[in-house]
Each structure stands twice: as C-alpha cells, then as structure tokens.
C-alpha cells in the first residue's frame, strides 16, 4: 500500500487563532505546592488533635493523598494538558526531523 503524506496539523485554539501551548512550569509548582500545603494543614490538624509529631506526620502523609486528589483537581488536569502539549509538539517536531534527515519534507 502507498504511503498516505500526513501534513502537519497546527492547534486551532477557541477564537479561531492558533493555539497556544500551556506552560508546564507553572502547573507543576501550583500542583506541588498545592500538596505540600494540604500535607502541612492535615499534619498540624492532627497534631492539634492530639497525635505525637511522628504519628501526626505518617497520617498526615497518608490522609493527604486523597484529600489533594481531590481538591487539588483542577490543577492535576491543567498539568495534564500541558503535558500531553508538551508531548505531541516534541512528537511532531520528531517526524519532522526524520522526515528531513530522509530528504522526504522540502525545507
């Protein structure tokens, strides 16, 4: 079978306009601060509540797991789009490459 040419398909964002990428940096420090401050809050509520500092940190870790899984959503599936941006750019950017190195693309 032939090989069909794919042409390479630039983002289209809402208005019409090309995309922009989202930035990852800025997610991703969002999101780890985000957990730090849900462990810290959960650690001295426990604390507060009576535990000793070693079992106030060990539950304080585990309870929050979940409870930044969910407050923490918004940011989780932001960091997830700018990642999954961040791939197929370097994946496109990739077969453009190769399809230079072979000499199928004009420059």
């Given at each position: ?9 630039t ?9 922009v990428?989202?930035k990852v ?36 870790l ?5 409870v ?11 960091l ?5 941006a961040r791939s ?11 399809a ?8």
């Amino acid at each position: 079978m032939a090989e069909q040419e794919r042409t390479p398909v630039t983002p289209v964002g809402p208005d019409g306009r090309p995309a922009v990428r989202p930035k990852v940096l800025p997610w991703v420090l969002v999101h780890t601060i985000g957990r730090l401050a849900v462990f810290a809050l959960l650690t001295v509520v426990l604390w507060m509540v009576g535990l000793d500092f070693w079992s106030g940190m060990l539950f304080g870790l585990v309870l929050s797991m979940p409870v930044s899984y969910f407050l923490l959503r918004r940011s989780r599936e932001q960091l997830s789009v700018a990642l999954v941006a961040r791939s197929e750019e370097k994946r496109r950017a990739k077969e453009q490459f190769r399809a230079r190195l072979s000499g199928d693309a004009a420059a």
